[in-house]
């Protein structure tokens, strides 16, 4: 799918903590609705997401499985919503694409807090406590004492 500037697109998912913050809000319940729901861990299903897709809406899985493989086949000659069951090679090119499109400041990560590596049990315990509003780091210095 090659999404054009002005296209809505919603990322279910990508908070990027295991288990973390995924039951915060429903974004089906917030009557928006997107030109790409892009489900990164199959959390969801396209029965479900169907009323927030836009007329040609995709559905994109990172993650499925046999019943969601029939439901592209499906959806590719029923209805103008499709479901679209993703496997991409791994490409440098790629790779590249996404270094720039960091560097030019359109993708941003949000960081919350910095541990030293002596610090990870303390770091845990923050994300435990459900506080976090970003990403944790835990940095790692290497000393080049041989």
Not at 48 to 74: D, E, I, P, T, V
């Amino acid at each position: 799918m090659n999404i054009q500037s002005g296209q809505k697109v919603l990322i279910n998912g990508a908070s990027g903590g295991i288990g973390n913050d995924y039951t915060t809000e429903d974004f089906i319940q917030s009557g928006e609705t997107y030109d790409l729901i892009f489900d990164i861990l199959g959390k969801s299903s396209f029965s479900r997401c169907k009323s927030s897709l836009k007329q040609n809406g995709r559905y994109l899985l990172a993650s499925f499985k046999m019943k969601q493989f029939f439901q592209m086949l499906w959806t590719k000659i029923t209805g103008d919503k499709k479901v679209i069951c993703s496997l991409s090679p791994q490409r440098t090119e790629d790779l590249i694409s996404l270094k720039e499109l960091i560097e030019a400041g359109k993708i941003k990560s949000i960081i919350d807090r910095t541990y030293p590596l002596e610090q990870t049990a303390e770091a845990h315990s923050y994300v435990e406590q459900g506080l976090k509003k970003g990403h944790i780091v835990i940095t790692v210095e290497h000393n080049n004492k041989n």
